[in-house]
């Protein structure tokens, strides 16, 4: 036997050691609760045969409490890069069978590496998040590292898609880098995301809360909206992860793929042209409208649970990536409100970050009034999708389906707010505000001071809407480009994508913007 062999087999055995993560019962403890290992998850979430492992001998350097004798090679973390849909992805995924994934000095600075990679290549980021937070017996050493990861996220925002799946605890500060990245998904009754656990809760609080009440994938898909995807297991979380990517571009500087489809452009939904009930005030499903235009009526949706009076997302046109933002008349009469305004910006400014034009579909009645909505700040809220709108230089094309009035006219990608296309359909109602709103104000003295009150407000109502509850005043000034018939709208808004892939438009240069927060 040569020396050389005894090394290669050395080497086959070290790997295989490695790949055994914290060890066969350890896995089986992580299979036992229904989870996969970050190895398994890897495997699951890159292209067969695509992963290449980075750092696979790395192991901590802390001697504090007896660590020196439990070491792992690798320590907590598989980190690497493969091709999703042939497609170069950086990934790191917490390995909770070493030590419960808790991070050490040596874990942060293999994430950071491939965050580093991915910021020279311009590839996707990928981080599978299981893991009992900072490395307690590293003490500082591991918080520094969380901090190193953070000064990453940030620095990659904006530049390259990041992605976090939990897929299982992340307690404490360690919370934050998912947070600074562009979405996060949660599986139910496996992900915990909490700055304090229910232990320190208590105590500070003496309130008592289970992890899952705290923390879970519900909890903050319909509650926090920290969570932009919840899913039912591990196996439709990776799923989930590929479908999103297969929407978004590799980075800042490029255009999403293409993925050729079968639907024709020109298809017609005769169904659009009786989609809106004859009174204004019943509802439809913004849905239907948004099924029957994008290509094959596949929608990837975006924060779901929350805020569900609007709906954001992604889909194609003519095997084009846009995203989607819609006010849904079915909740709420799809008013906006500070949650509405809130996910819709952070929804318009990463399409706009990434080259993703937004198609919006506009059916709103206005800001949602009261006190509860003023002292929780509606103001500075609703200022910031206005603003995420306004400072967007992606194509964007607005088509108007019924109700548009007042500031939530100006707020949902108006003219103004330099929206290329904007089309409406003949049901638009475009106007300051509503006709039974505006009588009350201008013919409130003139009705008290009649004989017949209901009968003055109902005629005044009456001219006031047929005067202003229309698109053809809007499209009088130029402010919409064409009323156009509901069953043209996948066409008209395909060719108006088309026109504008060009478009080139910079903002003033400034050292970074003032986002009303
Ligand atoms: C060191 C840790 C650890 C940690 C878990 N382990 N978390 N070791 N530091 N933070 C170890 C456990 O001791 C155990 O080791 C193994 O991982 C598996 O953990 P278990 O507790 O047996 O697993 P489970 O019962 O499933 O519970 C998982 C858990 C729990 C809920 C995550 O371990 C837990 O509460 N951990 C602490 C969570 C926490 O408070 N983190 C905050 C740290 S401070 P053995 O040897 O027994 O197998 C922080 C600040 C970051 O994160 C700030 C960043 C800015």
New binding site residues.
Partial sequence: MSNQLDKVRELIELRAKARLGGGEKAIEKQHAQGKYTARERITMLVDEGSFEELDMFMEHRCTNFGMEKKKYLGDGVVTGYGTIEGRLVYLFAQDFTV??G?LSETMAKKICKVMDLAMLMGAPVVGLNDS??????EGINA?SG??EIFQRNILASGVIPQISGIFG?C????V?SPALTDFTIMAKGMSYMFLT?PKVVKTVTGEDVTQEQLGGAEVHATRSGVTHFMVESGDEGIALIRRLLSYLPQNNLEDPPIRETNDPIDRLEDSLNEIIPDSPNRPYDMYEVIGAIVDDGAFLEVHAYYAPNIIVGFARFNGRSVGIVANQPKTLAGVLDINASRKAARFVRFCDAFNIPIVTLVDVPGFLPGTGQEYGGVIVHGAKLLYAYGEATVPKVTVTLRKSYGGAYIVMSCKQLRGDMNYAWPTAEIAVMGSAGAVEVLYAKEAKESDNPAKVLAEKEAEYTEAFANPYNAAKYGYIDDVIEPRNTRFRIIRALQQLATKKQTNPAKKHDNLPL
């Fill in positions: 030590i419960g808790s009992g937070g900072a490395r307690i017996q918080l969380y901090a605890p307690a404490g500060g360690a934050y656990g």
